[in-house]
């Protein structure tokens, strides 16, 4: 049987994928996202601590400063780096993410913790995890407090990685998301961490991790270290400059309702890179599936009025990153979006 021939017969080609059939329904993992949010109230309220509520964080007061804790896991991601054996960028990516997200909120990250489970006696396998732990705590400048590494046979295939941050700032009132607000996109390094069990499933049903796609082969695509934006987000937030920031992760652009509550956005996107363009063709995907799972090559937004634009985009080339004037913030509750090939999205 030819290759196309097998690739029809295993429904790869002539399938429209969704995330959906690929493993993870977004339905109830907001689900599942709406229990742990009830359980979160109900604890906090018996034991009567206050919480204040951020985009992307919880946190808590102590003294002058707001405390926050943060988890996050690498996800399928550790299933490409653990055939191949390049597992530091699984101690990198746990990390960065986390510290991502916790930025977008304000704090600066001060600790961290890891977990690693593990389906064997690895040694040099958790030895790699560990150094690219390292070396992002070190990027971030977070000690490292300790963690645990589980080793599980039966129960884990392979190897799972995440992270707990510690995150700390100052009490203050931060301005508010208003109607007309610019939305400026910061671009990502690539997938970053972010719907792998997709990507997966239709890049691997056509290409080897060897093949080259893109220029590059696939697996130095899918293995990319996710960008870092903390001290990008730190300067910005010190400076007064923005008033929210969007990390541009599991949800894809759906990730901007954190950011601007009950508002809309209408947002002109650039053209994707090509390893996005790639996933689409190869799964027969659709715009909307695509922008909800993927950040599309933007993996950080930030939200401003619209007077301090040049200073925003002044300090993000002095970052080295390159970036995009995306919209701005309307009435109303929709994400509408305008991709660069002329076809309208309201996801």
Not at 43 to 65: C, I, K, Y
Not at 131 to 144: E, F, I, T, Y
Request: net charge negative; with cysteine.
């Amino acid at each position: 049987m030819g290759i196309t021939c097998a690739l029809i017969a295993s429904g790869v080609i002539n399938m429209n994928w969704t995330y959906e059939k690929a493993g993870i329904n977004l339905g109830k993992h907001e689900e599942m996202h709406a229990t742990a949010h009830e359980v979160i109230r109900d604890t906090a309220g018996r034991l009567g601590v206050m919480l204040m509520e951020g985009g992307f964080t919880r946190s808590m007061q102590l003294d002058n400063h707001e405390i926050t804790l943060h988890t996050d896991g690498v996800g399928t991601k550790s299933m490409i780096a653990w055939s191949t054996g390049k597992l530091e960028v699984l101690g990198w990516d746990c990390v960065i993410g986390n510290v991502n997200d916790i930025a977008c909120d304000g704090f600066i990250p001060i600790a961290l913790t890891d977990y690693i489970a593990i389906s064997d006696n690895d040694v040099d396998a958790v030895r790699k995890v560990l150094s690219g732990v390292r070396d992002a705590a070190l990027v971030v400048k977070a000690a490292l407090l300790g963690g645990e590494t589980a080793i599980m046979p039966g129960l884990v295939n392979g190897i799972d990685v995440s992270c707990t941050v510690l995150g700390i700032k100052n009490t203050g009132k931060y301005v508010g998301v208003r109607t007309g607000d610019v939305v400026i996109g910061i671009e990502s390094s690539g997938l970053h961490m972010n719907g792998y069990t997709l990507a997966r499933k239709v890049l691997l049903g056509r290409y080897g991790l060897e093949d080259e796609v893109c220029g590059y082969e696939l697996v130095n695509w899918l293995l990319r270290p996710t960008a870092y934006y903390g001290d990008l987000l730190i300067r910005l937030y010190g400076g007064g400059l923005i008033k929210s920031a969007v990390h541009v992760t599991g949800g894809g652009f759906t990730k901007i309702r954190r950011a601007i509550g009950d508002l809309g956005v209408e947002l002109e996107v650039p053209e994707p890179p090509c390893i996005f363009k790639t996933i689409r063709e190869a799964g027969n995907i659709e715009w909307n599936e695509m922008y909800r799972v993927f950040n599309m090559g933007v993996g950080l937004m930030v939200v401003s009025s619209e007077d301090h634009v040049d200073d925003i985009t002044r300090v993000i080339r002095s970052f080295g990153f390159n970036y995009w004037v995306l919209g701005r913030v309307i009435e109303g509750g929709g994400i509408n979006i305008l991709v660069s090939n002329g076809v309208r999205l309201r996801i």
